[in-house]
């Protein structure tokens, strides 16, 4: 009988540090990982910075600050660097910086930290923000000057 339990405890805790990391420790913030070619971090909100961002350019950094401002319109609005066409493809410049948001938090992702058009894309946007374009306005700026195909 003794023996059974000495199979079982390394068993439970084995099962139980599973659980631990599946969950992430219950925490809402990971470290920086590679999820496919791109790097996921999680964070409680967007106006939490991943630490990915220590080896990118002050441009760069200051880009993803603004996410939270502007995901309104980066929702809206495509990226044209290729991304849409993946297998995964991403569904708006929005998700060259996020790739999931939900109740558990921000996942930041690199992709556009590595991108020049995903980076003017956002730049263009808020430059045009503060120009006082309407949504509508640049979303069909952002069509005219990126779309290869307009």
């Known amino acids: ?41 999680v964070k409680a909100s967007l106006t939490e910075m991943p630490s990915f961002l220590e080896n990118y350019s002050g441009r760069t950094k200051r880009l993803y600050t603004v996410v939270d401002k502007y995901q309104d319109i980066m929702k809206s609005v495509n990226c044209y660097c290729g991304c849409m066409n993946y297998e995964d493809a991403h569904s708006s410049l929005f998700r060259c910086y996020v790739a999931d948001q939900g109740e558990d938090g921000v996942t930041w992702t690199d992709h556009s930290s590595t991108c020049g058009i995903c980076t003017e894309e956002l730049a263009k946007i808020e430059e045009w923000s503060k120009d006082g374009k309407t949504p509508e306005q640049i979303h069909q700026l952002i069509e005219d000057n990126f779309n290869p195909n307009a």
């Open 1 to 41: 009988m003794n023996g059974k339990w000495l199979l079982a405890l390394p068993t439970a805790l084995l099962a139980g540090g599973i659980l631990l990391v599946a969950c992430g420790g219950g925490g809402k913030d990971s470290e920086p990982h590679r999820h496919g070619n791109e790097t996921w971090e």
